[in-house]
């Protein structure tokens, strides 16, 4: 089996823990599991190329198990690979408080280098696969952010930064807010290159070309990696279903937002995640396909079941799509999956 292949059953099946990895690492808390949004909750583990974030599931018919002093990914009672168990940062583990008595972790995230940076707790947005927006809504002070952001860095290696979480309300207030984390963390740090994660937004609240173009100009002064616009779906009726206030902009009105932010920002800056297994696998290509014509970078996400929605997509659809997606992006010369390998730990991807 290729590395990738077992990466794509790793998200499908999880994986059990040994007695002794039980014993050695998570009772004695030398190990921690991630407990963070539905997609990033279990185990992550390296090998080769490959980061994955897996489930913990009693039934894996892959076991992590440690043999003679070493952790190995056994399937079947067979070892199969030498692993890397990635831990959550140390502040995180200890929930380590700032000075107002808040977890650092509520303000910033480590997945191996890179530092999601938590701006809006809960979300002004409903989609029915997420559960962020079962938290409280609230802004947080940048101050408190950057106060978070720096016991990070000074304790972590970190490559790149996310600006992420939930949606702010649609009012001119909570997107200034967020305009002024993007600039301040964005000009503050500009030594890492940066993610935001965003609907289509403008730099107010107006629905127009001209609010549009000057957010990607406040944009474009940054060290910006990537604009991360999330698709999500490309079946009408799934999207109504499935993301109604994100369908606030219509499938259309999000491809014509993502071209416009690519002839701002350049090709393959702006990226966009399509979640495999919540429609049908026609309706997914077709979403790759416009992605892929537009130059925008096609993110690949297993749905993962939350609110009794759906199943996961097999191991076997998974690859279906992704084999598919590579030709589709190498006919339009676009890009598959996240730049940075630590960041594709719960994509479909090679
Ligand atoms: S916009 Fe993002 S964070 Fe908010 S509910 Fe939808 S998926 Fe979750």
Redesign the pocket.
Known sequence: MKDYEIKLELLFYGVRLSNTVKKEFITSGKVELFNDYITCTGMMISFNNQYVTCKINENSKYIVDFVNNQICLKKDNNIIKKIIIIEPAKYMINNELNRYGQPYSDYVVIHKFRARIQPING?A???KF?N??LYEYQKYPIELLDDALQKAIKENEIKNLLISA??PKRNNIDYEYQNNVYKYFGKKYDNLPIDIMT?PRGIDTNKNKDSYIKFFKMLKVLNLADLSVNLELYNEEARRKY?PL?NYYSRKEYLDYMQLATEYLGNNIVKSGIIVGLENEGDTLKAIEELAKRKIRVILSPYIPFNNIGKSPTPEVMKRILLRAKEITNKYDSTLSSKYIWCRHNEISF
């Open positions: 979300c947005y409903d989609c997420c962020d927006n939930g949606t609907a993301i994100k």
